[in-house]
């Protein structure tokens, strides 16, 4: 399958982005896809992901309550709801696919997109 993310961008604290995850391929409904994000000299880490149904979610710390993830097989489509954002939620964005259930392990994940950046200035 192959991933392509979106909806990046610039915004202040305290607004909200809608992260776009397209993937091609007609398995696509058979995938757990998740998020991770990366800022510069650090570790990509693991932000949310979602079951191949959507009926399981799992979520990090420290975006719980303000991001949602939620996934329409019919569009083949991945989104995450970000709402009141933060300036440490600033980082590139990727979105990744797994045959796994829902982990946070990105060596799980085995196709990944291109990134897209987030930033939030205070």
């Known amino acids: 399958v192959q991933l392509q993310a979106s909806g990046g961008g610039l915004v202040q604290a305290g607004e909200s982005l809608r992260l776009s995850c397209a993937a091609s391929g007609r398995t696509f409904s058979s995938y757990t896809v998740g998020w991770f994000r990366q800022t510069p000299g650090k570790e990509r880490e693991f932000v949310s992901a979602?079951?191949?149904?959507?009926?399981?979610?799992d979520y990090t710390d420290s975006v719980k309550g303000r991001l949602t993830i939620s996934r329409d097989n019919v569009k083949n489509t991945v989104y995450l709801q970000m709402n009141s954002l933060k300036p440490e939620d600033t980082a590139v964005y990727y979105c990744?696919?797994?045959?796994?259930?829902?982990?946070?392990?990105?060596?799980?994940?085995?196709?990944w997109g291109q990134g897209t950046l987030v930033t939030v200035s205070s």
């Open positions: 990744a696919a797994s045959s796994w259930r829902v982990r946070k392990d990105p060596t799980a994940f085995d196709s």
């Open positions: 979602i079951s191949a149904s959507g009926g399981s979610t």
